[in-house]
Protein backbone atom coordinates (compact mmCIF):
# COMPACT_ATOMS: atom_id res chain seq x y z
CA UNK A 1 0.00 0.00 0.00
CA UNK A 2 2.75 2.50 0.68
CA UNK A 3 3.55 3.22 -3.22
CA UNK A 4 -0.38 3.26 -4.13
CA UNK A 5 -1.75 6.36 -5.74
CA UNK A 6 -5.18 7.02 -5.72
CA UNK A 7 -8.09 9.40 -6.33
CA UNK A 8 -7.91 12.00 -3.38
CA UNK A 9 -10.87 13.95 -2.92
CA UNK A 10 -12.68 16.11 -0.46
CA UNK A 11 -16.34 15.96 0.17
CA UNK A 12 -18.83 17.79 1.96
CA UNK A 13 -21.63 19.84 0.07
CA UNK A 14 -18.77 20.63 -2.90
CA UNK A 15 -16.57 22.11 -0.19
CA UNK A 16 -12.90 21.29 0.66
CA UNK A 17 -13.39 22.99 4.19
CA UNK A 18 -16.29 23.14 6.75
CA UNK A 19 -16.30 26.20 8.70
CA UNK A 20 -18.16 26.39 11.73
CA UNK A 21 -18.72 29.59 14.25
CA UNK A 22 -16.09 28.24 16.43
CA UNK A 23 -14.10 25.78 14.42
CA UNK A 24 -12.90 24.64 10.98
CA UNK A 25 -13.05 20.97 9.70
CA UNK A 26 -11.42 19.63 6.55
CA UNK A 27 -11.97 16.26 5.31
CA UNK A 28 -8.77 14.61 4.26
CA UNK A 29 -9.73 11.49 2.17
CA UNK A 30 -7.25 9.17 0.84
CA UNK A 31 -10.10 7.91 -1.45
CA UNK A 32 -12.43 5.02 -1.96
CA UNK A 33 -11.22 1.79 -1.63
CA UNK A 34 -13.27 -2.06 -1.33
CA UNK A 35 -12.21 -4.27 1.59
CA UNK A 36 -12.59 -7.89 2.23
CA UNK A 37 -11.56 -10.49 4.73
CA UNK A 38 -7.95 -10.47 3.49
CA UNK A 39 -7.92 -6.49 5.19
CA UNK A 40 -6.50 -5.60 2.17
CA UNK A 41 -7.13 -2.45 0.74
CA UNK A 42 -8.21 -2.27 -3.33
CA UNK A 43 -8.34 1.35 -4.90
CA UNK A 44 -11.98 1.78 -6.08
CA UNK A 45 -13.26 3.87 -9.03
CA UNK A 46 -17.24 4.93 -8.61
CA UNK A 47 -16.67 5.88 -12.68
CA UNK A 48 -15.45 2.38 -13.61
CA UNK A 49 -15.63 -0.27 -11.39
CA UNK A 50 -18.33 -2.33 -10.23
CA UNK A 51 -18.72 -3.29 -6.46
CA UNK A 52 -20.49 -6.52 -7.59
CA UNK A 53 -16.68 -7.75 -9.70
CA UNK A 54 -14.65 -7.98 -6.26
CA UNK A 55 -14.66 -10.67 -3.64
CA UNK A 56 -17.62 -11.93 -1.87
CA UNK A 57 -18.26 -9.76 1.30
CA UNK A 58 -16.34 -6.60 0.11
CA UNK A 59 -16.75 -3.40 1.82
CA UNK A 60 -17.01 -0.22 -0.12
CA UNK A 61 -15.24 2.22 2.27
CA UNK A 62 -13.37 5.88 2.14
CA UNK A 63 -10.27 6.49 4.19
CA UNK A 64 -10.77 9.85 5.40
CA UNK A 65 -8.87 11.80 8.44
CA UNK A 66 -9.79 14.69 8.92
CA UNK A 67 -8.51 17.76 10.54
CA UNK A 68 -9.92 20.16 13.33
CA UNK A 69 -8.48 23.63 13.56
CA UNK A 70 -9.53 25.17 17.41
CA UNK A 71 -8.43 28.56 19.22
CA UNK A 72 -6.24 25.85 20.69
CA UNK A 73 -4.86 23.64 18.12
CA UNK A 74 -4.85 22.23 14.87
CA UNK A 75 -5.51 18.08 15.64
CA UNK A 76 -5.68 15.38 13.10
CA UNK A 77 -8.08 12.42 13.76
CA UNK A 78 -6.41 10.01 12.61
CA UNK A 79 -3.88 9.34 10.05
CA UNK A 80 -5.24 7.07 6.94
CA UNK A 81 -3.63 4.40 5.10
CA UNK A 82 0.22 6.27 5.38
CA UNK A 83 0.84 5.35 1.79
CA UNK A 84 2.57 7.52 -0.71
CA UNK A 85 1.53 9.23 -4.09
CA UNK A 86 3.33 9.17 -7.65
CA UNK A 87 5.60 11.98 -6.50
CA UNK A 88 6.93 10.08 -3.58
CA UNK A 89 5.12 12.15 -0.57
CA UNK A 90 2.82 10.59 1.68
CA UNK A 91 -0.64 11.34 0.68
CA UNK A 92 -1.71 12.92 3.85
CA UNK A 93 1.21 15.28 3.67
CA UNK A 94 0.00 16.24 0.22
CA UNK A 95 -3.68 16.96 1.47
CA UNK A 96 -2.47 19.47 4.32
CA UNK A 97 -0.56 20.93 2.00
CA UNK A 98 -3.34 21.17 -0.35
CA UNK A 99 -5.60 22.79 2.47
CA UNK A 100 -2.60 25.48 3.31
CA UNK A 101 -1.72 23.07 6.67
CA UNK A 102 2.39 21.96 6.76
CA UNK A 103 2.71 18.79 8.45
CA UNK A 104 4.64 20.54 11.31
CA UNK A 105 1.77 22.54 12.18
CA UNK A 106 -0.19 19.68 13.18
CA UNK A 107 -0.20 19.75 17.28
CA UNK A 108 -2.25 16.90 18.43
CA UNK A 109 -2.91 13.91 16.85
CA UNK A 110 -5.79 11.72 18.40
CA UNK A 111 -5.93 8.52 17.45
CA UNK A 112 -9.03 6.14 17.81
CA UNK A 113 -7.14 2.47 17.50
CA UNK A 114 -4.30 1.33 15.57
CA UNK A 115 -5.77 -0.80 12.69
CA UNK A 116 -3.46 -0.10 9.60
CA UNK A 117 -6.41 2.04 7.57
CA UNK A 118 -6.56 4.51 10.90
CA UNK A 119 -2.99 4.27 11.86
CA UNK A 120 -0.49 3.84 8.93
CA UNK A 121 -0.02 7.86 8.48
CA UNK A 122 1.45 8.29 11.86
CA UNK A 123 4.94 8.25 11.06
CA UNK A 124 6.94 8.63 7.85
CA UNK A 125 7.86 5.41 5.37
CA UNK A 126 11.57 5.85 5.72
CA UNK A 127 11.82 2.93 8.40
CA UNK A 128 8.38 4.01 10.37
CA UNK A 129 10.27 5.66 12.94
CA UNK A 130 10.32 9.16 11.68
CA UNK A 131 7.12 11.03 13.10
CA UNK A 132 5.15 11.98 10.54
CA UNK A 133 3.99 15.06 11.82
CA UNK A 134 7.19 16.26 14.08
CA UNK A 135 5.60 18.78 16.57
CA UNK A 136 2.92 17.20 16.95
CA UNK A 137 1.53 14.77 20.59
CA UNK A 138 0.51 11.70 19.93
CA UNK A 139 -2.28 10.08 21.75
CA UNK A 140 -3.72 6.89 22.27
CA UNK A 141 -4.74 3.82 24.43
CA UNK A 142 -1.80 2.21 25.86
CA UNK A 143 -4.12 -1.29 25.68
CA UNK A 144 -4.84 -0.54 22.48
CA UNK A 145 -0.73 -0.45 21.53
CA UNK A 146 -0.42 -3.71 23.33
CA UNK A 147 -3.46 -4.83 22.11
CA UNK A 148 -2.14 -4.43 18.49
CA UNK A 149 0.81 -6.08 18.99
CA UNK A 150 -0.89 -9.11 20.95
CA UNK A 151 -2.86 -9.53 17.35
CA UNK A 152 -0.60 -8.31 14.84
CA UNK A 153 -1.01 -8.58 11.57
CA UNK A 154 -3.28 -8.62 8.89
CA UNK A 155 -5.40 -6.10 11.12
CA UNK A 156 -2.12 -4.36 12.64
CA UNK A 157 1.15 -3.58 11.12
CA UNK A 158 3.34 -3.42 14.47
CA UNK A 159 6.49 -2.60 12.47
CA UNK A 160 5.29 0.56 11.96
CA UNK A 161 3.90 1.04 15.33
CA UNK A 162 7.11 0.09 17.90
CA UNK A 163 8.21 3.46 17.68
CA UNK A 164 5.24 4.41 20.06
CA UNK A 165 6.04 2.41 23.04
CA UNK A 166 8.91 4.71 23.96
CA UNK A 167 8.56 8.57 21.94
CA UNK A 168 8.71 11.48 23.60
CA UNK A 169 6.13 12.74 21.30
CA UNK A 170 3.26 9.63 22.60
CA UNK A 171 0.97 10.24 25.36
CA UNK A 172 -0.29 6.59 26.01
CA UNK A 173 -3.74 7.52 27.90
CA UNK A 174 -4.56 4.93 30.78
CA UNK A 175 -7.90 6.23 31.62
CA UNK A 176 -11.36 4.59 30.22
CA UNK A 177 -12.54 8.45 29.94
CA UNK A 178 -11.13 11.85 30.76
CA UNK A 179 -10.25 14.95 29.38
CA UNK A 180 -7.41 16.49 27.10
CA UNK A 181 -6.58 19.59 27.18
CA UNK A 182 -9.87 20.80 28.73
CA UNK A 183 -11.71 21.04 25.91
CA UNK A 184 -11.37 17.04 24.04
CA UNK A 185 -12.92 14.20 25.68
CA UNK A 186 -12.53 10.71 25.15
CA UNK A 187 -14.11 7.51 26.05
CA UNK A 188 -12.87 3.84 25.64
CA UNK A 189 -16.16 1.82 24.22
CA UNK A 190 -15.31 -1.53 24.18
CA UNK A 191 -17.08 -1.58 21.09
CA UNK A 192 -15.82 -2.17 17.87
CA UNK A 193 -12.31 -2.97 19.32
CA UNK A 194 -11.68 -3.91 23.06
CA UNK A 195 -9.86 -0.50 23.34
CA UNK A 196 -10.80 1.48 20.88
CA UNK A 197 -11.75 5.36 22.02
CA UNK A 198 -13.84 7.92 20.70
CA UNK A 199 -14.04 11.96 20.59
CA UNK A 200 -16.12 14.81 21.76
CA UNK A 201 -14.31 18.33 20.42
CA UNK A 202 -15.92 20.77 22.34
CA UNK A 203 -15.34 24.65 21.74
CA UNK A 204 -17.68 27.47 22.81
CA UNK A 205 -21.26 25.89 22.13
CA UNK A 206 -20.26 23.88 19.11
CA UNK A 207 -19.33 19.89 19.68
CA UNK A 208 -17.63 17.74 16.79
CA UNK A 209 -18.37 13.88 17.26
CA UNK A 210 -15.48 11.42 16.13
CA UNK A 211 -16.37 7.82 16.09
CA UNK A 212 -13.64 5.93 14.34
CA UNK A 213 -15.32 2.80 13.50
CA UNK A 214 -17.47 2.76 16.40
CA UNK A 215 -19.52 5.17 14.16
CA UNK A 216 -18.09 4.99 10.81
CA UNK A 217 -20.67 5.83 8.30
CA UNK A 218 -23.94 8.01 8.39
CA UNK A 219 -26.16 4.65 7.27
CA UNK A 220 -25.06 3.21 10.30
CA UNK A 221 -26.40 5.95 12.72
CA UNK A 222 -29.88 5.86 11.37
CA UNK A 223 -30.07 2.15 10.73
CA UNK A 224 -29.82 -0.70 13.55
CA UNK A 225 -26.95 -2.43 12.24
CA UNK A 226 -24.64 -5.41 14.01
CA UNK A 227 -21.55 -5.72 12.07
CA UNK A 228 -19.79 -9.36 12.60
CA UNK A 229 -16.62 -7.50 12.59
CA UNK A 230 -17.04 -5.71 15.81
CA UNK A 231 -15.65 -6.80 19.43
CA UNK A 232 -19.12 -6.24 20.04
CA UNK A 233 -21.62 -5.93 17.72
CA UNK A 234 -24.47 -5.55 19.20
CA UNK A 235 -22.85 -2.77 21.69
CA UNK A 236 -21.88 -0.92 19.30
CA UNK A 237 -25.22 -0.80 17.65
CA UNK A 238 -26.86 0.50 20.53
CA UNK A 239 -23.90 3.01 21.66
CA UNK A 240 -25.07 4.86 17.59
CA UNK A 241 -28.03 4.90 18.53
CA UNK A 242 -27.05 6.70 21.89
CA UNK A 243 -25.11 8.91 20.20
CA UNK A 244 -27.24 9.67 17.06
CA UNK A 245 -30.28 10.68 19.47
CA UNK A 246 -28.21 12.50 21.70
CA UNK A 247 -26.17 14.72 19.03
CA UNK A 248 -29.90 15.47 17.13
CA UNK A 249 -30.57 16.95 20.45
CA UNK A 250 -27.52 18.33 21.74
CA UNK A 251 -26.41 19.57 17.47
CA UNK A 252 -23.27 17.86 17.01
CA UNK A 253 -21.42 17.92 14.41
CA UNK A 254 -20.09 14.11 13.06
CA UNK A 255 -17.46 13.25 11.54
CA UNK A 256 -17.57 10.09 9.20
CA UNK A 257 -14.16 7.92 8.59
CA UNK A 258 -15.25 5.80 6.25
CA UNK A 259 -18.72 7.37 4.81
CA UNK A 260 -17.54 8.03 1.13
CA UNK A 261 -20.55 10.31 0.41
CA UNK A 262 -21.19 12.00 4.10
CA UNK A 263 -17.69 12.69 5.47
CA UNK A 264 -19.28 15.32 7.98
CA UNK A 265 -23.00 15.56 9.07
CA UNK A 266 -24.46 18.42 10.89
CA UNK A 267 -27.54 17.79 12.91
Known sequence: MKSQETNSKFQFWDLRFVFLE????????????????????????????????????????????????????????DTGLGFSNADGRMQIHQNLLNAGIGPSEITKVLLTHLHKDHAGGISENTGHKKPAFPSAVYYLQERELNFAFEKGFPSYITEELKWLKDSRQVIL?????????????????????????????KEN????????DDAPQLQQMKHRFVAKYDFDGKKTMELRREWWERGQKEKWIFLFYHDVKNPVWKS
Open 22 to 77: FMKVIPLSEGTFTVDRTKIFVPFSESSDKLQSRPSGSLLVEIQPFVIITSKDILLL
Open 205 to 212: DETIFFGG
Open 173 to 201: LKDNEAVIGNYIHYKVTRAHLPYHQVFWI
